[in-house]
């Protein structure tokens, strides 16, 4: 039983979810740092790594919520319902495929990809997907920091430290959105690609 629910856990995810909450952490600790120039960095020793790897894989799972929420509450968008016009010819050999001719792209699309999660064997789906959910957890861990270092700036607005962070806070969350989007832009195709691939081996 426990061999059975280990091997449903899917590595790469289980690692996305542990470094986005260690980022996490430490910006945290950096942050109170910074503005609170006093000791406070936790002693990582081989007594305490267990429970700091448990911390930050809660905390992975965490801002992962918070990215569900923010999109939910169109705080930003991820624009998944553009599909190009090579994508839509592959959706509607899925749609002939799950009898889904009435349903929208993104409904046919999840019947593709719970199919091709099911038989991903080369690993790929399951690797796009855990860079996906790493880099969009990274983007919402420093879109919340830029907001936060905003909010410095105008109460201390002359401390010029507390700019530059606050510019390469912007700039990464910047490059980590596109990251994310670019990601999830290879999980789709290979999403369909695996499909299509299925289809022609007769393996579905």
Known sequence: MQNSFISKLPLYDQIAYLVVGAIGIILIVFDIYLYRPISIWPLITIETIIVWLVMAYFMGHVIQGLANIMIKIKLFKEDK??????DQVILKKVATYFDLESSSHNEIYLQAQFLSYAKDITGQISSF??????????FVIFIINTIFLAATIIINWYDILTIIYFLISCLLSTILFNRSKRFYSYLRHKTLQNFLLLQKLGEI
């Open 81 to 86: 319902g553009n599909f190009s016009e090579y």
């Open 129 to 138: 997907n855990a860079y996906y959910s790493l880099y969009r957890g990274w």
